[in-house]
T-cell receptor, first 114, second 109 residues
Framework: KAGVTQTPRYLIKTRGQQVTLSCSPI?????VSWYQQTPGQGLQFLFE???????NKGNFPGRFSGRQFSNSRSEMNVSTLELGDSALYLC?????????????FGEGSRLTVL | DAKTTQPNSMESNEEEPVHLPCNHS???????IHWYRQLPSQGPEYVIH???SNVNNRMASLAIAEDRKSSTLILHRATLRDAAVYYCIPSGAGNMLTFGGGTRLMVKP
């Protein structure tokens, strides 16, 4: 079956702009979570959505937001981009959530902010 | 959240077993222990998880100490493809899956 698909894979933005990243989970998976990975901070949890509701949120400013659609696809948005937002953004899907077992990660969207 | 301690890096020879240790002395009684790995230029990949008993799957074995304050991921025969960063993550209901620094495993041919 198809894996987790993230688009776009690479993108370049400038400070102050906003960006929207998309994640299509594995068919049948209702939980989608987002992570930010940087060399300095490692993998950090952003938020988790389950059946269109945000269920958990990490310690990120309000510029980072997300949503989940009825087909479980998810988007995350970062507004007023800062240089420090340059990172690999990873999406993961699972049947019911991270603590029930296996998370399936996508290959990520690499964002560069200039 | 439970704190974890893992070696920064480990080396192994190809086709030999590898034991990756993890200390999680502040783990709570209901926290599962998850292991993920991340190969270069890829997203993390699930390896195994368990609660109290030792667990086996096609990828690895997980040995959990009786007091649950530590666990060991066992790769029975390391291959070059197993070179990755391995993350040990204790987590339970209400907590988030928090990745630490992990152990970078290098496999020598």
């Amino acid at each position: 079956k198809a894996g987790v698909t993230q688009t776009p894979r690479y993108l370049i933005k400038t400070r102050g702009q906003q960006v929207t990243l998309s994640c299509s989970p594995i068919s049948g998976h209702r939980s989608v979570s987002w992570y930010q990975q940087t060399p300095g901070q490692g993998l950090q949890f952003l938020f988790e959505y389950f059946s269109e509701t945000q269920r958990n949120k990490g310690n990120f400013p309000g510029r980072f937001s997300g949503r989940q659609f009825s087909n479980s696809r998810s988007e995350m948005n970062v507004s007023t981009l800062e240089l420090g937002d340059s990172a690999l953004y990873l999406c993961a899907s699972s049947l019911a959530g991270w603590n029930t077992g296996e998370l399936f990660f996508g290959e990520g969207s690499r964002l560069t902010v200039l | 959240d439970a704190k974890t301690t893992q070696p920064n890096s480990m080396e192994s020879n190809e086709e030999e077993p590898v034991h990756l240790p993890c200390n999680h002395s502040t783990i709570s009684g209901t926290d599962y222990i998850h292991w993920y790995r991340q190969l270069p230029s890829q997203g993390p990949e699930y390896v195994i998880h368990g609660l109290t008993s030792n667990v086996n799957n096609r990828m690895a074995s997980l040995a959990i100490a009786e007091d649950r304050k530590s666990s060991t991921l066992i790769l029975h025969r390391a291959t070059l493809r197993d070179a990755a960063v391995y993350y040990c993550i204790p987590s339970g209901a209400g907590n988030m899956l928090t990745f630490g620094g992990g152990t970078r495993l290098m496999v020598k041919p």
